[in-house]
T-cell receptor, first 109, second 115 residues
Framework: GQQVMQIPQYQHVQEGEDFTTYCNSSTTLSNIQWYKQRPGGHPVFLIQLVKSGEVKKQKRLTFQFGEAKKNSSLHITATQTTDVGTYFCAGRGNNDMRFGAGTRLTVKP | DAGITQSPRHKVTETGTPVTLRCHQTENHRYMYWYRQDPGHGLRLIHYSYGVKDTDKGEVSDGYSVSRSKTEDFLLTLESATSSQTSVYFC??????????????FGDGTRLSIL
């Protein structure tokens, strides 16, 4: 069945450093969504990518969808303590939408 | 945040007892979902609903049943709870279906511990 793998599982950075999380699928995806979950909170929708090679930006966050629509990445420039949380990708293949296991980001001030 | 209320927020129960979790929405969205979240697994879909009395199984449906008698309420039942069902349970809603491009909006979660 469809699998969505996300790496790394954990990332600890110094405030001001960059951060990237990667999402890879075993099958071609029709779209991919990114969510953020603050500690103790619930997942919150960030963005959706649909087109091959698509790049979208939200302030310091850059989201990319691979040309083959099998992978995606989220890059945060100059992390801040407010970026702390777990970032999930969720990809939809031929059937249902599957979430990656998430990357937990901690930021040291 | 979307109008989604999960109850209870926390529950501790014993193995073999029945447990029902409730999700209530005020957004009038057609689609509702139940997920469980476990370390290392992310969010896994248990069951979902695409309308009143219309439900279907997700990735990890064994040991769970659901019911939706009204648009606003989606119930998740563990008929005989087991320790492996200890988890955080999230309800989500969306305007579009599970196979659409619509984002999902999540409730605050229910932390369930089965001893």
């Amino acid at each position: 069945g469809q699998q969505v793998m996300q790496i790394p599982q954990y990332q600890h950075v110094q405030e001001g450093e960059d951060f990237t999380t990667y999402c890879n699928s075993s099958t071609t995806l029709s779209n991919i969504q990114w969510y953020k979950q603050r500690p103790g909170g619930h997942p919150v929708f960030l963005i959706q990518l649909v087109k091959s090679g698509e790049v979208k930006k939200q302030k310091r966050l850059t989201f990319q969808f691979g040309e083959a629509k099998k992978n995606s990445s989220l890059h945060i420039t100059a992390t801040q303590t407010t970026d702390v949380g777990t970032y999930f990708c969720a990809g939809r293949g031929n059937n249902d939408m599957r979430f990656g296991a998430g990357t937990r980001l901690t930021v040291k001030p | 945040d979307a109008g989604i209320t999960q109850s209870p927020r926390h529950k501790v129960t014993e193995t073999g007892t029945p447990v029902t979790l409730r999700c209530h929405q005020t957004e009038n969205h057609r689609y509702m979902y139940w997920y469980r979240q476990d370390p290392g697994h992310g969010l896994r879909l248990i069951h979902y609903s695409y309308g009143v009395k219309d439900t279907d199984k997700g990735e990890v449906s064994d040991g769970y049943s659901v019911s939706r008698s009204k648009t606003e309420d989606f119930l998740l039942t563990l008929e005989s709870a087991t320790s492996s069902q200890t988890s955080v349970y999230f309800c989500a809603i969306s305007e579009g279906g599970h196979y659409s491009n619509q984002p999902q909006h999540f409730g605050d979660g229910t932390r369930l511990s089965i001893l």
